[in-house]
């Protein structure tokens, strides 16, 4: 932003003296060829600072993990995610019967999304396990044969709450694309930083995953009950969402960095390490820590049970409340939805991202009205500029 400030007032520095001989010079040709001059500076000047103008969107590669209670939401998730130019990695979880899996293949194999969503090889993956991490990381190698400039992660039970063409537009704004900023959500906490240290790394947990043929693996996070030997007081330890929001040169830092293969190895018997590792892995480097921004624009509720701690709850067994709660949010993904198919989906398609099938169906101004909202949201995480190493962030 200083920097557009510097220019503006170059240029009109420059405008200033064009106008000053001009009233001195006397010939027209002079002028006209000093104008040129001024406007060229001015273009190269912006175009060195900003190497990619504000209107170009940016290309999105989207991981979507489904499971077996998720596969039967992808058509409609697809329909509403789908851009020709982004990518989309669809990894259908082992536990899911050969006979829904070869169905939604089928449904990949239509026009519109053989060009690029594609379906990557059939892991196996113990829930708060290493292999949930890995799972991405892997997408992530895969995905980087491609061109994109983000990397977004999702489940089956996701729902985005703007339309594609919106979502690039926004992530390839001069100060989000241009910043090359990563975008990670913080998570409210009533514990402390060595508690959760304890809780995450202080324990030895197996991953059988790694172990067995992924083909017969039920995919069990094993707890010793054994307290780790390492030595955990000097750690970086960041605690986020497992939602993300990457830039593709941090995406190639994670994959292929020798710190990002010692930080995997370290976390092999950690607990949850996909909350972990890319929020550690962006603060312990100069370069990467000021890209780091403290929101991944997800709507997600919380400690619907009592406990903070409790999974997200379904959004579509909530009263009508929740959509004005989603109105409010500006985010660009809600989760969790119980229901392919729900009248909370329809709301937002009609009334938040505009993509109801029946055109007549949409409301236009209550789409624009949540646009600016999310437009408002990303300004003011984008705004801040966060964060300092090795801090706790829960
Ligand atoms: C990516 O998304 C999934 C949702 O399927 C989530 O469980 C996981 O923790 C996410 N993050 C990482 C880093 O794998
Ligand atoms: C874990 O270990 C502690 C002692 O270190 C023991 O009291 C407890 O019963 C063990 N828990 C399980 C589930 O084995
Ligand atoms: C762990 O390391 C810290 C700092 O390096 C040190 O002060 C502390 O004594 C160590 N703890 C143990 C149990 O060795
Ligand atoms: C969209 O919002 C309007 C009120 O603003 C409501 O009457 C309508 O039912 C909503 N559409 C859907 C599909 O829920
Ligand atoms: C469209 O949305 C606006 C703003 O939310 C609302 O006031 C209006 O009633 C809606 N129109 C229709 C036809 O539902």
């Known amino acids: 932003m200083c920097l557009a400030h510097e220019v503006d007032k170059q240029a009109s520095r420059h405008r200033r003296n064009v106008h000053r001989r001009r009233r001195t010079a006397s010939s027209p040709a002079t002028v006209f060829s000093r104008i040129l001059l001024a406007i060229a500076t001015i273009v190269i000047l912006r175009w060195a600072w900003f190497p990619r103008s504000s209107s170009s969107p940016a290309n999105i590669a989207y991981f979507i993990q489904v499971s077996p209670e998720t596969v039967l939401h992808l058509p409609r998730l697809l329909r509403v995610l789908h851009h020709p130019k982004n990518v989309y990695l669809v990894h259908f979880d082992i536990k899911i019967p050969a006979s829904l899996i070869s169905r939604a293949q089928t449904f990949l194999q239509s026009n519109s999304y053989k060009k690029n969503v594609f379906v990557l090889p059939q892991e196996a993956i113990a829930y708060a396990g290493i292999s949930m991490l890995l799972n991405t990381i892997n997408a992530i190698s895969e995905a980087l044969r491609y061109n994109w400039d983000f990397f977004i992660n999702l489940s089956g039970t996701d729902y985005p709450l703007l339309n594609p063409d919106r979502i690039r537009s926004f992530l390839g704004r001069a100060d989000v694309l241009g910043r090359r900023l990563n975008f990670l959500q913080a998570q409210e906490a009533d514990k402390d930083k060595e508690w959760f240290v304890n809780k995450r790394l202080g324990r030895i947990y197996i991953d059988t995953t790694l172990h067995s043929k992924a083909s017969q693996n039920d995919g069990t996070l094993i707890d010793l009950n054994t307290s780790s030997p390492y030595n955990f007081s000097d750690v970086t330890f960041v605690k986020s969402e497992g939602w993300v929001i990457l830039h593709r040169s941090f995406c190639e830092y994670a994959v292929n960095s020798a710190s990002g293969r010692r930080l995997l190895l370290s976390y092999a018997t950690a607990r949850a390490a996909d909350e972990l590792f890319f929020g550690a892995l962006l603060s312990e480097g100069d370069e990467f820590r000021r ?34 709660e989603l109105r409010e949010s500006g985010a660009f993904f809600a989760r969790k939805f119980r229901n392919c198919e729900s009248e909370l989906k329809d709301f937002i398609d009609e009334n938040m991202s505009g993509m109801a099938q029946r055109a007549y169906g949409v409301n236009d101004s209550s789409v624009a009205e949540f646009a600016q909202k999310a437009e408002t949201r990303l300004h003011r995480a984008t705004a801040v500029q966060s964060v300092t190493a090795g801090h706790f962030q829960v």
């Open 291 to 324: 890209t780091m921004t403290w929101d991944s624009f997800r709507f997600i509720k919380w400690g619907l049970h009592g406990t903070r701690w409790s999974r997200p709850g379904y959004l579509d067994e909530i009263d009508e409340e929740i959509r004005e």
